[in-house]
């Protein structure tokens, strides 16, 4: 199977993707072909079906995934900011304490970082028992089984 040529860059036409060739088959006579030749045949045009898909599916998926990752970006960028914001928030949370303790600065400054530390501890229980509760997807992998017993069954009999 070639690989799926790329469009120019900045082109918005999605790439090219190799397709299965539909090709006429040959008209057999009755009994023309034996029972190992038509499997052989089957098991090729199966195989070749599912390299399409598979590349199909390789090549949709790369592309949404460039996508997600240039957007992605300006998140990072937009998280960032605010990140780096926050730190003039806490200089005026603490600014404001100072104004109740005018004769501690230092009051202000300590009270805030107690509540920040505060706020970033109860964060981190709150993350912790969310992904305490993460399970593995039992229905996907009984159902892959089912699919590999199913095609080893069907394998068998032929």
Known sequence: MSRPEQPARGSSAPPVVPSIPLNAEPV?????????????????????????????AKTEITAEV????????????????????????????????????PSQQWAGYAVTF???IGAAGIAGLLGYLKVRKIKAPERTIETAKESVEVLRRGRDAA
């Not at 089957?42 to 599912?50: D, G, K």
């Not at 996508?67 to 603490?94: P, R």
């Open 28 to 56: 057999r006579q009755d009994g023309d072909a034996s029972v190992g030749s038509l499997v052989k045949e089957v098991t090729t045009h199966v195989s070749t079906l599912v390299r399409a898909e598979v590349e199909l």
């Open 66 to 101: 460039k996508k997600g990752v240039q957007g992605s970006v300006f998140f990072v960028v937009a998280g960032a900011i605010a990140i780096f914001s926050l730190f003039f928030l806490f200089i005026a949370v603490a600014e404001a304490f100072n104004l109740i303790w």
């Open 114 to 116: 107690v509540l920040m």
